[in-house]
């Protein structure tokens, strides 16, 4: 039986050059924007801000510059933004660059309407479980990467330093009001980021395609996703300026995004989350690539005519493959393509996690993102959590 719910209400404005629709009055949704961006100074080093103020400028629109964020972004940042859109009289929110930039304007877009502390209205962890009295502002989505597709969801991740907790929330007024996806503005990403942020979008294709939260739309964008990024990842990392490529790529995390408002993620991203409020150093992307193999490993059995499909859609030939090995062929697959993009050495080692740390980590993502657990077809117990944390390394 399909039984399911299909609520997607983001423009999207999907192309090369397509930016510049931003001054069409229609693609505005206010007269003041309060622009989020990350600290690193990429968006001032290419131009990019100064290319979207020109753009809004056309429309009379005034913004205030907020650019504080980090690479995984922070409670404080959020409570600081909030308050400086308020004070200015923001009446919409950017937010430019990578995934950690728009889920930060997510978030101050909602604490810009509503009282009290942005934790309180998590719903896992040390979260105070209330649900906002207002919606957000309205959110313009301009990503600069290919990976988080934040820009076709309403999920929203967010650190609390002070407890060591990476909770991921959303409702129905943090989806963007309208997303901007111009690939041409990834042709600077590094291949470092790129193959960074474009494995977190192949995970969140993965993931919902498994998810107990699945249907028939989520199916078929993962599927496609899924392909892409095998295909053309490993050539942008390799060749950043081809575009051609760059625009499959940043359809795929698009369309994974939409997987992730249709479907569900599952608890690999409960473990990453963990990983990074411990260890902030670690890019999101790294921290799932490191994970991954052990994560899929132990999923297999559990699920073999699922992990079959995933290893058809990345070109395997499956049926040459004795009938035992078959389950197996995702996860061999996806440490080949792991090895493409450069990042076959990567371990838990590279970033100076800490063994002992590992059933401190299990304990956290179970606890702080329980929801993902609850959306994996396996039911895994902490030991068994822990235990993928030291394969890890």
Request: hydrophobic share 40%; aromatic share 8%; charged share 20%.
């Amino acid at each position: 039986m399909i039984d399911f719910m299909f609520h997607m209400p983001t423009k999207v404005i999907f192309g090369s050059g397509k930016l510049k629709e931003l001054a069409n009055p229609a693609n505005v949704p206010g007269k003041k924007a309060f622009i989020v961006i990350s600290s690193g100074g990429s968006m001032i080093r290419h131009s990019y801000l100064t290319f979207v103020q020109n753009m809004l400028n056309h429309n009379g629109v005034e913004s205030v510059v907020y650019n504080k964020i980090q690479e995984n972004p922070i409670l404080d940042h959020v409570t600081e933004g909030a308050a400086l859109a308020r004070q200015h009289e923001c009446d919409f929110v950017i937010g430019l660059g990578g995934g950690s930039s728009i889920d930060s304007a997510k978030s101050i877009a909602l604490m810009a309407t509503n009282e009290g502390n942005y934790w309180d209205y998590m719903q896992s962890g040390t979260g105070g479980r209330k649900t906002p009295a207002n919606p957000a502002l309205p959110i313009v989505a301009i990503p600069t990467t290919a990976g988080t597709g934040t820009e076709a969801d309403p999920w929203t991740v967010i650190t609390n330093s002070e407890t060591n907790e990476k909770i991921g929330w959303g409702n129905d007024s943090t989806y963007p009001t309208i997303s901007f996806v111009d690939p041409w503005f990834t042709l600077t990403v590094p291949p470092k980021v790129t193959a960074f942020t474009g494995m977190d979008a192949f995970f969140h294709s993965v993931e919902t395609y498994l998810s107990v939260q699945r249907q028939p739309t989520s199916d078929l964008l993962s599927q496609q996703a899924v392909q892409l990024i095998n295909t053309f990842l490993p050539e942008i990392v390799k060749e950043g300026q081809n575009i051609e490529a760059r625009t499959m790529v940043s359809w795929a995390s698009t369309a994974a995004g939409v997987c992730q408002s249709l479907s569900s993620c599952m608890s690999l991203h409960s473990m990453e989350h963990a990983l990074s409020a411990y260890y902030p150093q670690i890019p999101h992307g790294a921290g799932l690539i490191m994970l991954s193999r052990a994560y899929f490993k132990h999923l297999t059995p559990h699920m073999p005519e699922r992990m079959v499909d995933l290893a058809y859609f990345m070109d395997v030939d499956v049926d040459s493959l004795p009938e035992d090995r078959r389950p197996y062929a995702f996860v061999d697959a996806l440490d080949k393509l792991i090895n493409n993009i450069g990042m076959g050495e990567l371990s838990l080692t590279t970033y100076g996690v800490k063994k002992e740390d590992c059933v401190k980590l299990a304990k956290n993502a179970m606890e702080t993102m329980d929801v993902l657990f609850a959306c994996t077809p396996v039911k895994m117990s902490e030991e068994e959590v822990a235990a993928i944390f030291e394969e890890s390394f």
